[in-house]
């Protein structure tokens, strides 16, 4: 079975500092990971996603994240916050089913100090 | 349309009620999810369509709730006898194909009183 664990459920950086985020994933088959953000009163909008390809995977607003098979993780970055990054980010794994189905890590809130 | 569509936005029902949520997904995207979005429990996945069919629904926390999809495309979640632990933000997710990026809706938030 497959699952995703984040590391800190509220992180808080400065404008302007490295963000950094981090996910754990155990799976029994090479994963697909993604990562999703959800602003207030929002639905989840898809950051980026890692599919086997390039380790290394850029999405909007300057996010990034590395898959590093060693360390089992997938953590996102971003060089310098701005206010507006404030959210909900979740991390996740593509379930084995073939079904689609993702299975969600617990959220780490992101919250930017001016 | 252009995005996900759920409706409504925000539900208040008396406890032992039914409530039915609504979900509009993409055209064309065959694929079809529920989550529940509960404090403390992060995203918890109820359902899957595939088309009309709903090839898994192990997610359905009780048979209280169920749901069905109409026409390859609208899809409504039904819970009956609300309880109070059924509050939570429930949100539709539709896709193309089954990798994993869906486009969500805004979610509905149920309160239970």
């Known amino acids: 079975a497959q699952s995703v664990t984040q590391l800190g459920s509220h992180v808080s950086v400065s404008e302007g500092a490295l963000v950094l985020l981090r996910c754990n994933y155990s799976s029994s088959v090479p994963p697909y990971l993604f990562w999703y953000v959800q602003y207030p009163n929002q639905g989840l909008q898809l950051l980026l996603k890692y599919t086997s390809a390039a380790t290394l995977v850029k999405g909007i607003n300057d996010f990034e994240a590395e898959f590093k098979k060693s360390e089992t993780s997938f953590h996102l970055t971003k060089p310098s916050a701005h206010m507006s990054d404030a959210a909900e980010y979740f991390c996740a794994v593509l379930d084995s089913s073939n079904t689609g189905k993702l299975i969600f890590g617990q959220g780490t809130t992101l919250q930017v100090k001016p | 349309g252009a995005g996900v569509s759920q409706s409504p936005s925000n539900k208040v029902t008396e406890k032992g009620k039914d409530v039915e949520l609504r979900c509009d997904p993409i055209s064309g995207h065959t694929a079809l999810y529920w989550y529940r979005q509960s404090l403390g429990q992060g995203l918890e996945f109820l359902i899957y369509f595939q088309g009309n069919s709903a090839p898994d629904k192990s997610g359905l926390p009780s048979d209280r709730f169920s749901a069905e999809r109409t026409g390859g495309s609208v899809s409504t979640l039904t819970i009956q006898r609300t309880q109070q632990e059924d509050s939570a933000v429930y949100l539709c997710?539709?896709?193309?194909?089954?990798?994993?990026?869906?486009?969500f809706g805004s979610g509905t938030r149920l309160t239970v009183v």
């Open positions: 997710a539709s896709s193309r194909d089954l990798e994993g990026g869906y486009t």
